[in-house]
């Protein structure tokens, strides 16, 4: 065999064993956070019997159905459901089923990586998912095994990325699948406009504008699908305020207070590496430098880049595809000033878009590596040699962090869950944090103490240090104490 095509392979060996780790090791150790807690509770109530509904622990912490404060959707939660309902454990289910949904990420970006940049595209591309970092936040990624939707949206995203250039009716649908794991998925909707557009024969705008319209639509049809089933379930005059309360949380993205500035998240995209932000700046400044260098001598050479030329040439299609879905994800969240620098709200279409531009890059940079030039064979090799060895050192940090703890171990968590579910509340109030975690694995319905006083006047405190008749400590560490509704707490 080649040598290069056992050096290719073995790298690509290496990139998905990296990111199989990453996934694989915070199944069964990392404790449960606030926010998979949140998701679980509708899973958990729905194997209950109590129909699609969350706590309600961030709206008033009454049960509440089809609640918009939980973003990641029945993509996600439904088969979860599933699993609960014939006895798994909810949180390994809840986890196994995240990283089945990574893993199709990494086969797909691997796919989408060598369409567009050969094999050691494929390598860049699931490179890039191995060393994602979207835990430098108040409202992480930890590990792609988390209980979020962002992960799954990212997969639906890559394969209607992949099936794009042929299917385009079926990668409109993706995108609405993909809807339905995370909202902000419909901001790839552009971005399939403008291919379609692009691959029309019509020959007038107007005609080429329906045209791609007309299939862009089919995003909104499994977003529809669901709507009605949510009407069914709430009747007219609940779906409505349902709808008005969705609105305003897709407004405001579930925050207020917030006024960040671009470069703020600027710097959040550039740490979310593992990798010092400079080196990731300077290395996207470079990847960025191909691709236009790629385009311009493309230009040069054939005098433009025409439509019917583009829409006979796949991988265009597909980094076109990639190029806009990416601006539109990464625009929206740079410019909507109300949001955080959380890089967790455009992973979507970062963790399916940006894989694509890379795998581009890297692969122009290989071929430009077998060129006769001498001079461009050295500075394409000294680039080239920087690149895997900065991909080396992102990829230690990958592992390294997929097995740092973050906070309580999910053992820990399993104990204090058992302590809580011997005093058979129902409903307990707390503060918005990983004591959230306990409490869901229990049994018992999770409030929050600032909820208003009619919700939960039946419901026991779990504070630091509560006292009074009938409180008991838990092994939280800081001095945790379940006391009931009427114990004088602290």
């Known amino acids: 065999m080649n040598p290069a095509v056992v050096i290719e392979r073995a790298a690509l060996i290496v990139a998905c064993a990296v990111a199989a780790v990453v996934a694989l090791a915070t199944i069964f150790e990392r404790g449960l956070w606030e926010d998979e807690a949140f998701n679980l509770t509708v899973p958990i109530n729905l194997a209950a019997g109590l129909g699609y509904s969350s706590d309600g622990t961030l709206s008033g912490s009454l049960v509440t159905a089809f609640d918009p404060r939980i973003s990641t959707g029945p993509i996600v939660l439904l088969p979860i459901a599933a699993a609960v309902l014939v006895g798994a454990d909810p949180v390994i289910a809840g986890r196994v089923i995240a ?67 042929r299917r385009p009716r ?21 971005a399939l406009f403008a291919v379609l557009f692009v691959v029309a024969s019509d020959r007038t705008i107007v005609r080429r504008v329906v045209r791609a319209a007309a299939v862009t639509a089919l995003t909104a049809v499994p977003v529809v699908i669901w709507e009605v089933v949510i009407f069914g379930s709430l009747g007219p005059a609940r779906y409505i305020d349902h709808l008005r309360s969705s609105v305003a949380f897709i407004r405001t993205g579930g925050q207020q207070g917030y006024a960040t500035a671009v470069g703020d998240k600027v710097g959040a995209l550039f740490s979310a590496w593992h990798s010092p932000w400079q080196v990731v700046a300077i290395v996207t400044l470079v990847l960025i430098g191909v691709v236009i260098a790629v385009v311009v001598a493309r230009i040069r050479r054939d005098g433009r880049i025409g439509l019917r030329v583009l829409a006979r040439n796949d991988v265009a299609l597909v980094l076109l595809f990639a190029a806009v879905g990416l601006f539109a994800f990464l625009g929206w969240w ?157």
Not at 109 to 127: E, P
Not at 170 to 190: M, R, W
Request: one cysteine or more; charged letters at 10%; proline letters at 6%.
């Open 99 to 165: 990283v089945v949904f990574f893993a199709a990420l990494v086969a797909l970006t691997a796919l989408l990586g060598r369409k567009v940049g050969g094999a050691w595209g494929a390598v860049a591309a699931v490179a890039m998912l191995a060393v994602f970092d979207g835990s430098q936040s108040l409202s992480p990624i930890h590990a792609p095994s988390d209980i979020l939707g962002e992960v799954p949206a990212g997969a639906l995203l890559a394969g209607a990325a992949l099936l794009l250039p």
């Open 170 to 190: 079926a990668a409109a649908l993706l995108i609405g699948l993909a809807a339905l794991a995370k909202t902000i998925s419909l901001l790839a909707a552009p």
């Open 334 to 490: 740079m410019t909507a000033q109300h949001t955080p620098a959380w890089v967790r709200h455009p992973a979507p279409g970062l963790l399916a878009f940006a894989p694509v531009i890379v795998a581009f890059a890297i692969g122009r940079i290989h071929t430009v590596l077998r060129g006769r030039s001498s001079p461009v064979r050295l500075a394409a090799a000294v680039t080239s040699i920087a690149l895997f060895l900065g991909a080396v050192v992102m990829g230690v940090g990958a592992v390294r962090t997929a097995f740092e703890p973050t906070g309580w171990s999910l053992a820990t968590q399993r104990g204090a869950a058992a302590q809580i579910a011997e005093v058979g509340a129902e409903q307990i109030a707390t503060s918005w944090g990983r004591v959230v975690g306990p409490i869901v694995l229990s049994g018992a319905h999770v409030a929050l103490l600032d909820a208003p006083a009619e919700n939960i006047i039946d419901a026991w405190r779990l504070t630091r240090d509560g006292t009074g008749s009938g409180c008991h400590r838990i092994d939280l560490g800081a001095g945790y104490t379940l006391c009931p509704p009427d114990a004088v707490s602290r």
